[in-house]
């Protein structure tokens, strides 16, 4: 029989690709890229086209289960159960320690980015507990997102789909043609080097994106906002800046200019180790060819000036006039309603007693954008009980075990837990320490509506649900299922229900939106010439008077990393080069896929770049084992030898586990490159973000 084909949107990702999936017999037979899709036009990366082997794997969850009675946590002893049974038990375990210990002893984990992300924060507010975590944040995304708010009063995304087209691209800690990060797909960013922009890296490692541009500029890890503010410096001492839109549309210019005096681009060789003419030449051809993209990136947020770092980049824009512009970057259009999140359900007494929220204020205080629980204090507490013991936790797809810093720390403190609930795809590390594993399903048996790019929401897609797999339930059912259980408020509201309350603006419901396709309305330029823009002083706040009141730099400051060749010169010795963790192959998503036979087989174990000088130093050769070492621990990699990257820095793949080693708890410590980082201070102040990029490690041969 002919196999059925329906349009779809891959969420392999945080997604966004038009997909054709063919079924047949009830099964996803093949993926192929949807041509007509308005965002993706056909393409499609590799992991999207082996969704197939994703979702017809072997060991796909496939049904509820329970610890048998007796067994210890990650014994591998289950017993299937009922969907009633799961659900019921459940409820009643979250009833009794929130009755017996308060709501806030109960928390709740998440994933980067996927599609029942906002429900989980929804679950939380109606539980009445202010803890819930997902592992980026942090470190990624939202420092970004909330430096965007209170500079220009809205997220801004890089404008690939208009009719101008950007004439020139900084990349700054970011290699979308691997990653396709939040809406700017490989394909586009490809579209537009292939169109002849101008281009700029700014990354320790010459990345595929690097690889592809004029400048690589590569920096020490950790020091980015030195390189940004001596731009910054360079722009404005020569004149190059956007005078009109300065001058009309920004505030705290003269307080910029000021306080960038010293930051010359010679100060900045010595700390960056990008030499003084070419960052004289990149803010040049930055500042000088419009319209101009910046293209933002991981590589700025995962240390201690998170906050700092994200800020002179976005000053960067500004100055250069390039926001909300064609061809440039653009402020979100937010076209659908905002995620009924129950924010008003969650009593102000609760919400103070969020983990890390009176430290972190920009992560988990009440003017946070999406505020949530700093992780190492909750995974502290629940641990050591301190400030008060975390009882549960209902893990949503995060696999902490290989993704939140210290896995050491991240074991113990799920071994504590009395109630631990694991959703996901497949048992991984961290779902095996659980008492229930659910079954979740795949994006192809997942109806879901999207807003596109991530948080901009430019554009709206619909994803219906095209096939059932076992007893697999999306996340979002089985919130809504437990919400009943418990008599939450509002449950009786179905994730369905939300879907057509957002698109009510659009005068449109969510099985109208699947039959029509993607709804990509043209975007309105310059938005702030009818409102200003929505900060309190109704302009970009160049000198940022919400950080100042609440007690931040309001200009960017350089903070020197915590371990590093310069602050910690005497472990430097021990510890010669600089690391970086986590930089994405196009064959993994994090944590995932390394079950997958058809993706693993690109990449079959975890590697360690290293550049070819420093490698013959050590005697290593491409292939080698090797053992990378930090003061944390030590993890066995395999040697990548390159001379596309920077001689004094190392770079470890993160997220690998070896799920073919079930039985020796699936050497969760051996690669795993979290054993390297730290969960402990100094974190950004604001945000809390911890270091993953720009520690200490050493090398050997194994
Ligand atoms: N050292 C280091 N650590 C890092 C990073 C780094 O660069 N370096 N990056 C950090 C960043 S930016 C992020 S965002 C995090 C990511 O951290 P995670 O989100 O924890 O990463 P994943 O490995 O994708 O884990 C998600 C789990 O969800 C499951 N899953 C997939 N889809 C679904 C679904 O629809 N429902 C459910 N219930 N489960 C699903 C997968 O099988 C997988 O086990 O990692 C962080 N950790
Ligand atoms: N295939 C695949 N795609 C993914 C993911 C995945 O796991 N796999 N994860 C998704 C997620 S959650 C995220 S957050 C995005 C991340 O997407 P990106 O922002 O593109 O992140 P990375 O590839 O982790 O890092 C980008 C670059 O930062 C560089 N870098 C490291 N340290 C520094 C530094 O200190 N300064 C500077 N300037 N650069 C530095 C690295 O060398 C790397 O080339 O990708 C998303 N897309
Ligand atoms: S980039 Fe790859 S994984 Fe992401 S949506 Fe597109 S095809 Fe899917
Ligand atoms: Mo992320």
Redesign the pocket.
């Known amino acids: 029989m002919k196999p059925s084909v329906y349009k779809s949107t891959c969420r392999v ?2 997604g966004g690709c038009g997909a054709l999936v063919h079924v047949s017999d009830g099964r996803v037979v093949k993926v192929l890229g949807d041509p007509s899709s308005p965002i993706s036009g056909g393409w499609m ?1 590799v ?1 999207g086209l082996r969704s197939p082997d994703i979702a017809n794997h072997p060991d796909r969850l496939k049904t509820p289960l329970k610890r048998k009675q007796g067994q210890d946590r990650g014994s591998g002893q289950w017993e299937e159960i009922s969907w009633e049974t799961a659900l019921d038990e459940i409820a009643g375990r979250v009833a009794e320690i929130r009755h017996e210990s308060g709501a806030e002893s109960i928390a709740l984990g998440q994933g ?2 996927r599609h029942h992300y906002m429900h989980v924060v929804r679950f939380a507010n109606a539980l009445g507990t202010p803890n819930w975590y997902e592992p ?1 944040l942090a ?3 939202i420092p970004r997102i909330t430096v965007s708010n209170i500079t220009y009063g809205g997220f801004v995304t890089a404008d690939y789909y208009g009719e101008t087209k950007p004439a020139c691209i900084l ?6 043609l ?5 809406g700017e797909l490989a394909i586009s960013v490809r579209k537009a080097m292939r169109d002849g922009c101008r281009t700029i ?5 010459r ?4 690889r592809k541009c004029e400048m690589w ?1 590569p ?6 906002t030195a ?1 940004a503010l001596a731009m910054i410096n360079t722009i404005i001492s020569g004149g190059l800046y956007d005078r009109d839109f300065v001058e009309n549309w920004t505030s705290g210019f003269a307080e910029l200019k000021n306080h960038i005096g010293p930051f010359t681009p010679q100060w900045a060789e010595k700390i960056t180790g990008v030499k003084a003419a070419d960052i004289v030449q990149a803010a040049t051809l930055y500042a000088t060819t419009k319209p101009a993209i910046l293209e ?8 201690v000036n998170s906050l700092q ?1 994200v800020r002179a980049l976005a000053i960067l824009r500004a100055i250069t006039g390039n926001i909300d512009t064609p061809g440039g970057d653009i402020i979100g259009m937010n076209i659908l309603k905002s995620y009924p999140v129950l924010k008003d359900k969650l009593p102000p007494e609760a919400a103070k007693k969020r983990l890390g929220a009176d430290q972190f204020k920009l992560l988990g205080g009440w003017r946070a954008y999406m505020p949530s629980a700093h992780i190492p204090a909750l995974f502290r507490a629940m641990r050591d009980g301190d400030p008060y013991r975390i009882r549960a936790l209902l893990v949503f797809g995060n696999n902490a075990l290989l993704t939140v810093a210290n896995p050491k720390n991240t074991y113990e403190a799920l071994n504590k837990l009395d109630l631990l609930v694991v959703t996901d795809l497949f048992m991984t590390p961290t779902a095996s320490l659980a008492d229930y594993v659910l079954p979740a399903a795949f994006w192809p048996e997942v109806e879901h509506l999207m807003g596109f790019p991530l948080v901009a929401e430019n554009n709206v897609i619909a994803q219906p649900r095209i096939t059932q797999n076992g007893q697999c339930r999306q996340d979002e059912w089985i919130i809504d299922e437990l919400s009943k259980r418990l008599n939450l408020p509002d449950s009786d509201i179905t994730y369905r229900d939300i879907f057509d309350y957002q698109l009510s603006p659009l005068n449109m419901r969510f099985d109208e939106l699947i039959d029509r396709g993607p709804y990509c309305p043209p975007h309105k330029y310059r938005k702030y010439l009818e409102k200003g823009f929505r900060t309190p002083s109704g302009k970009v706040e160049l000198y940022s008077s919400v950080l100042k009141r609440m007690g931040y730099d309001p200009l960017p400051t350089y903070l020197e990393p915590p371990e590093s060749p310069m602050s910690t010169p005497e472990l430097h010795e021990d510890y010669p080069f600089v690391l ?1 963790t ?9 944590s ?1 896929h390394r079950q997958v036979e058809s993706l693993r087989k690109l990449s079959p174990d975890p590697c360690a770049e290293m550049h070819v000088s420093a490698a013959s130093d050590l005697g290593i050769a491409d292939g080698d084992w090797i053992i990378v070492s930090s003061p944390r621990g030590q993890i066995s990699m395999k040697a990548k030898v390159t001379e596309n ?1 920077h001689p004094s ?1 190392v ?1 470890v793949e ?2 690998w586990w070896f799920p073919e080693k079930a039985g020796e708890g699936f050497g969760l410590f051996e690669s795993n490159a979290n054993v390297l980082t730290s969960d402990s201070p100094p974190y950004n102040t604001a945000f809390g973000s911890y270091q993953l ?2 520690l200490l490690c050493s090398v050997r041969k194994k």
Not at 178 to 182: I, P
Not at 207 to 210: D, G, I, K, Q, R
Not at 582 to 590: D, L, N, T, V, Y
């Open positions: 990702c945080h990366c992991k980067t980015g980026g470190q990624c995304f990349f700054w800690g970011h290699n979308p691997v990653t396709s990060a939040d890296a700014v990354d320790p490692r990345s595929e994106t690097a500029l920096v020490r890890p950790g020091t980015d390189l933002w990136g991981l590589g700025i947020e995962q240390n770092a970086i986590g930089s994405r192959k196009a064959e993994f998503f994090h995932e990257i820095v770079s993160h997220g990029r720009g």
